[in-house]
């Protein structure tokens, strides 16, 4: 997932308070005080001279090879562009966005530089073809570091040999027959989130991020680990607190400078919630783990068909064959990292979908249709063969993540020189991929801004293979990607068949934060209308319907208790 941040006057992501800065530059004029009083400033400015001509000089091949390639004018030695993408917090994104569109764009590249470290700026197919499907560049780049307390050297962070072997395990435990022993549980979480939207359906309008945020949290916590975090029903979970705070306070470091380093960051007041919230994270998925060991112990084999006690976490126990080639902090590792990247990539992706299916009620009245052919008037939940015929909502979901892909831009750190385009771009660079602008290329994707599904009904033979990678590409792509496409199905069908839905915001008024994840800077406003009115069946699946309105009606919603209907 993407970690990218650049430098700017963040304001910070709300939840957590950022340690003010000025304690840390207070620690630091004082002791540039004290140096000078001692007489030791002189010698400090002639060595820090010395040092940056040094890497001045060491980096004069790499400067060469980076004036060739077109970007961002009016760089400084050593601060790079910094002063250029030193904007506010909600403009970085676009500004990014729109530095890749100005400059170089017959070859769809361009460069930056972040301080003295050279950024190859791609949003076109075949460049970013060169990178993604090659072997060689596979590491993650430096913004990746400020996960590593959390999630170790887990397969999203972790680089060469030891990415290499956790991958060859861990493919095994994402196999279709495995995902299909996770659709209860995606449909449990569903009817919940069913259950508390129809709160909201006398509000005049409301914010659908925080409602699907908590769904996919409770199906990652259930699906990797095997435990209910309840975080739906019951918001102040220690642990679901811990897994919010954590992730604004990466975020919080990736954006802000000065708290990059590890010693102003330990200054800061930040570090001891950062270490509390790895204190209740690694304290609960370690007692899962041996909890679960201890069950295993009294089991001779795991049961993958039983109980429905089934997680990721089980899986690796087993490919683990007793510690030879996964150790007990390796499955703490892969587990945190499911739980870090599998909620909040899936949440941002269902949201960014109802959002446009609010916004185009025709498509939406196209997708419930579909869903009225495979249903009925029956309130059965999904099966896997239900869900493989949702064949428009699929091409919905696709489209979305074309124009809102969950993770917007990821970065690699180039290990040797490479040729794109005319350039030799060279080692030690980091190569930003822009998929939220790759999906934009209009020699790809015509009318791009356009909210198309059907654009993905039919193979399009003349798509590049790397035009559209939501889920990245080559040898480090997702690996959940099918559990994810599964999962949303599950969610947006029990949503659709249920309640009509309406966006209130509109396209071009929304700020993006392109984040960890993509995400609206404000709320993402949606109104609910329950389908009191349900359509005829049609047997035309695919032709499209006018977008009726129908009255809320309140008995039915009495009656609508998920667990009743769907016998759980
Ligand atoms: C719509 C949902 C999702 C999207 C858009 C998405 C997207 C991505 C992208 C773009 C990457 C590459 C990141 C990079 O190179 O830095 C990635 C990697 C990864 N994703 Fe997802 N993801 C989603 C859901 C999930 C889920 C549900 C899981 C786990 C259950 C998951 C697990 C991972 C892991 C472990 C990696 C690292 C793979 C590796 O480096 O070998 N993702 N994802």
Redesign the pocket.
Known sequence: ???FRLNGRSKGLGEVRLGEPSTEMGVISSAVIGLAKIGMLPFLVVLTISFLLFRYWKMRRTIGLMEKIPGLPGGLPFFGNAIELNVDHDEVFTRIASTRMLWGRKNGVCKVWFGSRPILCISKASAVEVILSSSKH?D?SEE?KYLHPWLGR?????SGHQ?HA??RI?TPS?HFKILDHFVQIFVEQSLILRDKLSSQLDEEAFNIFPFITRCTLDI?CE??MGRKVNAQTCFDSEYVQAVYKIGSIIQNRQSKIWLQPEWAFRLSSLHREHQECLRILHGFSTSVIQERKTELSNQNDLNLKGNGSLA?LDLLLEASNNGKCLTDEDIRE?VD??MF???D??S???CWTLFLLGSHPEIQNRAYQELRNIFGDDDRPPNSKDLASMKYLTCCIKEA?RLY???PI???NLNEDVTIAEYTVPAGTTAL?I?YQLHRDPEQFPNPEMFDPERFMERDPTLHPYAY????AG???????K???L??KVVLSTILREYKIQSVDRREDLVLLGEL?LRPKNELKMKLQLRSDKLPLDHCAMKSLPFKSSRINKNVLKLSKPSKRYGL
């Open positions: 997932m993407s970690n596979i993650k990746y887990g397969l999203l962070t972790s990415w956790r991958r861990l994402f990652i699906t990797a990721f892969e990292t499911f990247e599998g909620h990539t899936t941002a992706a269902l993540l892909p969950s993770v990821f970065a690699r991929i998929a990678i939501p889920f990245s040898p480090r792509n997702c690996i959940g990607q559990f994810a496409l999962e949303e994840i």
